[in-house]
């Protein structure tokens, strides 16, 4: 069982970049697929950016050309990088990973994977 710890998060201006790290303990973290959710305030979980062994990717619409995720085979860390950042990022953020035979369209709905991160805050103000 794969284990995740995010980190990274914190204040920033509207505008502004963070990047978070998910470092992940196992042998086989290569054969995962990698990815992040968020969950702002009183809304529901929602699927952010995920990528798989091949590094293909996947982005939700509301991220896409601001957000990039990557991952590092040889750290076993997946990484997003989040630019030009709005007061409506606001959530905390969880990495999530699954080593079953999801594509990434099944694993951005977030149901049942295999390792879930206890997540970090990102709050952009205005």
């Known amino acids: 069982q794969v284990q995740l710890v995010e980190s990274g998060g914190g204040l920033v201006q509207a505008g502004g970049s963070l990047r978070l790290s998910c470092p992940a303990s196992g042998r086989t973290f290569s054969s995962y697929i990698m990815g992040w959710f968020r969950q702002a305030p009183g809304k529901e979980r929602e699927f952010v950016a995920g990528?798989?062994?091949?590094?293909?990717?996947l982005y939700a619409d509301s991220v896409k050309g601001r957000f990039t995720i990557s991952r590092d085979n040889v750290k076993n860390t997946v990484y997003l990088q989040m630019n030009s950042l709005k007061p409506e990022d606001t959530a905390t953020y969880y990495c999530?990973?699954?080593?079953?035979?999801?594509?990434?369209?099944?694993?951005?709905?977030?149901?049942?994977?295999?390792?879930w991160g206890q997540g970090t805050l990102v709050t952009v103000s205005s």
């Open positions: 999530a990973a699954d080593r079953g035979p999801l594509g990434l369209t099944v694993f951005s709905r977030g149901a049942a994977l295999d390792a």
């Open positions: 990528i798989n062994w091949s590094a293909s990717t």
